[in-house]
């Protein structure tokens, strides 16, 4: 049972566009929900992550939305750069810690110069 | 510099060998955790550790084993690889707070 829902499952964007993608999630014990951006042969690394007291939280050209009460959350990209081109996680967990982060299935972006 | 490291970063190996892929962290955080990456980019915990002498299955059920003997150390180890074990494994740790800190991975072949 997939507990985050994630999409799509790619994206394609033309350098300067907007990237967004999408997650759902049903638990509403869930209270901190980061994003990942991994590189071919590397691991994820954290990118923003949001807690649910805010709707909306931005750093630099990545920004977060949250709405709580459709207990869903997405990643903005604005001005999409080529080196932009990774796959995009997001996941969510209960509590500072927890002993398991329920990741989406992923979303390749790619950005076209 | 705080990091997590994994070895080896790739292997081939023949069925029926017994391998041991190694993580290791510097930030002294008491938990750590080994997720199993597929080709189609999904993640699925399959260890996690609370600290020294604590291991636990994650939802994803593996054959690996794994041990928790220092702070630092969390190895993984199939006693007897087989194809079906053929994938990405992430070793990750956590602290007091909310991030996970990824390695880069090893990305294992059975034959």
């Known amino acids: 049972q997939q507990q985050v829902k994630q999409s799509p499952q790619s994206l394609i964007v033309q350098k300067g566009g907007i990237s967004i993608i999408n997650c759902a999630y049903e638990n509403t014990a869930f209270d901190y929900f980061p994003w990942y951006q991994q590189f071919p042969g590397k691991g994820p690394a954290l990118l923003i992550a949001i807690r649910p007291d805010v709707s909306e939280k931005k750093e630099g050209r990545f920004t977060i939305s949250f709405n709580k009460s459709a207990k869903q959350f997405s990643l903005h990209i604005m001005d999409s750069q080529p080196g932009d081109s990774a796959t995009y996680f997001c996941?969510?967990?209960?509590?500072?810690?927890?002993?398991?982060?329920?990741f989406g299935t992923g979303t390749r972006l790619t950005v076209i110069p | 510099e705080a990091d997590i490291y994994q070895t080896p970063r790739y292997l081939v190996i023949g069925t029926g060998k017994k391998i041991t892929l190694e993580c290791s962290q510097t930030m002294g955080h008491d938990k750590m955790y080994w997720y199993q990456q597929d080709p189609g980019m999904e993640l699925h915990l399959i260890h996690y550790s609370y600290g020294v002498n604590s291991t636990e299955k994650g939802d994803l059920s593996s054959e690996s084993t794994v041990s928790r003997i220092r702070t630092e150390h969390f190895p993984l180890t199939l006693e007897s690889a087989r194809p079906s074990h053929t994938s990405q494994y992430l070793c990750?740790?956590?602290?007091?707070?909310?991030?996970?800190?990824f390695g880069s991975g090893t990305r294992l072949t059975v034959v």
């Open positions: 990750a740790s956590s602290g007091a707070n909310y991030g996970y800190t």
């Open positions: 996941a969510a967990s209960k509590g500072p810690g927890a002993n398991n982060l329920f």
